[in-house]
Structure formats: C-alpha cells, structure tokens
C-alpha cells in the first residue's frame, strides 16, 4: 500500500511529537536490551512504533541506530565464532593429519623392514640359483664327458667284440683244421694190423 505524501508527513509530524513526549518523560522510554541481555533471548522494543493511540510502524531514530549497532555486534560475534570454528576446525585436521601421518610413517618403517627383508631373501634365492645353475653345469659337463666315455668304450668294446668274434672264428677253424689233421695223422698212422 503506499502512503501519500500527506500520510507521510503526518506520521514525521506524530514522530517528532512522540519523541518530544517521550524525552519530556510522558511516554516510557524505547526498551533496547545489552548485548548481554540479547543473547539471553531479550527483545528490543520501539515504543514508537506500537503507539497504542496511532501506531507510525517505523522506528524512531533512536532505535534505528540501536538496530545497526546491535546488527553490526552480531555480525561481528558471529564472524568471530565462524574464524574460531574453521580455527578449531584446522587445528583438528592439522592434528588428525600428524597422528595419521605418525600411522603412515610407522606403517612406512614396517613396510621398510618387510621390503628390506624380502630383498635379502630374493637375493638368498638369487645366490642359491646362481649355485644350483653352476652344479647343473658342472653336472651336465659330467655327464657328457662320461657319455663320451661310454661311446668311447662303447666302440672299444665293439671293436673288442669284433676281434674277438674273428678271432674266435680263426680259433675254429683252426681247432677244425687242426682236428682234421690229427684225423689225417691219426688215419695216416694208425694203420689196421
């Protein structure tokens, strides 16, 4: 709804009317609470404006100045209360980041030993295959030269076999010649009386 020009400037008349009755003490005085007394729960409270006779439903200047002031405290307190939370807030992190880091670092250490541990025993297993490695080549050195060995005696002992074969077969035939001359002998000189 908008006020003319004439309401408007009977309401600055009825104002200036009310703040002189109140300064001359007729009306009560405005209730503006501590800021101690805010926190509390008290209400700030504009006589002037809820007028019983005719209400103006505007502040008086008083109390508009109380209200930036009181506005102002409670901006002011609530930054305040906001920078000592995200304080809190961070010292809480920055020691939640130092017990978690202290986990990481102990974690850290273990793992340290564990891979320290595990190298060692990879290079136990290394060692020992380097070992085994060179015992099967030692092994398999031994075991071609003793295959050479057994080819060598191998044909030795065919070689052995064939002489042994052809002189068995001269032997044979000897023992037959030989026989068939004692036969020859014996027919030759034994003669029937």
Known sequence: MRRTKSRQREIEHLE??????QRRGSIPPCYRPPTSAIDLGAVH?????????????????????????????????????QLLLV?????ATVDNLAQEKEVILAASATRAQELVEVKASIQAFVQEKAAIQHALKLAQTALHHQQCCN???????????????????????????????????????HRPA
């Open 16 to 21: 200036k009317l009310y703040l002189t009755k």
């Open 45 to 81: 409270n504009c006589v002037l404006k809820s007028f019983p006779e005719n209400p103006t439903t505007r502040f008086c200047p008083g109390c508009v100045k109380y209200c930036r002031n009181a506005a102002t405290v409670r901006c002011n307190r609530a930054r305040k209360a």
């Open 87 to 91: 304080a809190e807030f961070q010292d």
């Open 151 to 189: 080819a060598t005696m191998l044909e030795q002992f065919r070689a052995t076999r064939s002489q042994l074969s052809s002189m068995t077969f001269y032997l044979g035939k000897e023992v037959s010649e030989h026989r068939q001359t004692k036969q020859q002998l014996a027919v030759a000189y």
